[in-house]
């Protein structure tokens, strides 16, 4: 195509989950109720240990800022497509794509990153609990949360200029529900080798060091139960690190299923699913994964319900709906930190 003939796109169409106008309404409701859900109970999550000095501890900071980045995680997509399903528009500008892009691999690579940093918490817990304290310091713990927002900020920082400095013009059309970076160098009539080299070598970085570090750790913390004789135990011990290994399960888990399956769907179709999943749905669950089955987040909830009762009945009574206790014989110490007497006191401990 000869550069007069090019039209160069400043705005593009998201296409988003259907393009038939009659299941627009219930993928808004859908989408409108799990989005208020995961704000919601995150939020509920991040002000119950902020409002509770019991919970002023290494693994409980992680979770608060687990649920913060997926808060943040969720409102990088999920608005921008009920606005596009509410108003019937599917156009977004270049610059507000660009903006989206930077957010969703920020908050994406942060929320595997912080995954890792839990795992790092549980081992040392696990493996070293006389000195867990000592080494969970809080001056560890802010490296180990602000180092990987210096280098997430860092990839996406690079994602956007190099993406920023190409033309487009080859349609206006993105099948997706969000700015992602593929569905966009596709649409690109420049150069894309550079931004393929780098989307590689960031994919490999960011994508397999979180990992190890989770594989290693619970390795190591296998490697650790597996040695203490009794049955009861070893369930007792992994019975800490049972919330994070499921929304490990999932987080992952939904990322082999989607591109590790044989190519029977689109390239687009695995994008959207992996995407959904990982971007909101995951999200939604964790609040209820670490918090319905946790004695300690049950008890500060209960505190924030009855303080916020006292001032204020209305948010009172919605707080109380969001507060549904699980069974009474539910295990609900499940990410109760290791007693610093080690592992084998463990065996003592009643599993409430």
């Known amino acids: ?18 393009e038939k106008p009659e299941h627009h309404a219930l993928l808004f409701g859908l989408f409108l109720s799990m989005y208020l859900i995961t704000v919601f109970g995150n939020l509920l999550i991040i002000l119950a240990i902020i409002s509770d000095s019991h919970l002023h501890t290494p693994m409980y900071f992680f979770l608060a ?22 108003s019937q528009s599917q156009a977004i500008p270049f610059a507000g794509c660009l903006v989206q892009m930077y957010a969703f691999h920020l908050f ?71 700015c992602d970076l593929m569905p966009l160098l596709k649409l690109s009539c420049s150069d894309t080798h550079t931004n393929e080299l780098v989307i590689f070598a960031f994919g490999i970085l960011m994508g397999i060091s979180p990992l190890a570090c989770i594989l290693i750790s619970y390795t190591c913390i296998f490697w650790v139960v597996f040695k203490i004789p009794s049955a009861q135990g070893k369930w007792k011990a992994f019975s800490t690190c049972g919330s994070h290994l499921i929304v490990v399960s999932l987080f992952y888990g939904t990322i082999f299923a989607v591109y ?93």
């Open 108 to 178: 994406g690579t942060m929320d595997s990153f912080l995954l890792a940093m839990m795992a790092i918490d549980r081992f040392v817990a696990i493996v070293y609990p006389l000195r867990y304290l000592v080494i969970m310091s809080p001056r560890v713990c802010g490296l180990l949360v602000g180092g990987p927002w210096l280098i997430t900020n860092l990839q996406s920082l690079v994602h956007t200029c190099l993406m920023a400095q190409l033309t487009f013009c080859a349609g206006s059309e993105i099948p997706h529900f969000f």
């Open 260 to 352: 590790l399956q044989p190519a029977s769907l689109s390239s687009s179709q695995k994008d959207k699913a992996a995407a959904l999943m990982c971007g909101v749905v995951i999200p939604m669950l964790n609040p209820f994964i670490y918090s319905l089955r946790n004695k300690d987040i049950k008890t500060a909830l209960r505190k924030l319900l009855s303080r916020t009762t006292t001032s204020s009945p209305r948010v009172g009574q919605v707080l109380s709906t969001y507060c549904v206790l699980g069974p009474q014989g539910a295990r609900e110490n499940e990410m109760h930190a290791i007693r610093p007497q080690g592992v084998q006191s463990l065996v003592g401990d009643r599993d409430m």
């Open 65 to 86: 800022n687990l649920s913060l980045i997926d808060a943040f995680f969720s409102s990088t997509t999920v608005p921008k497509m009920l606005a596009n399903l509410w």
């Open 1 to 18: 195509m000869e550069p007069e003939n090019q039209t160069v796109v400043s705005e593009f169409l998201l296409l988003g989950l259907s």
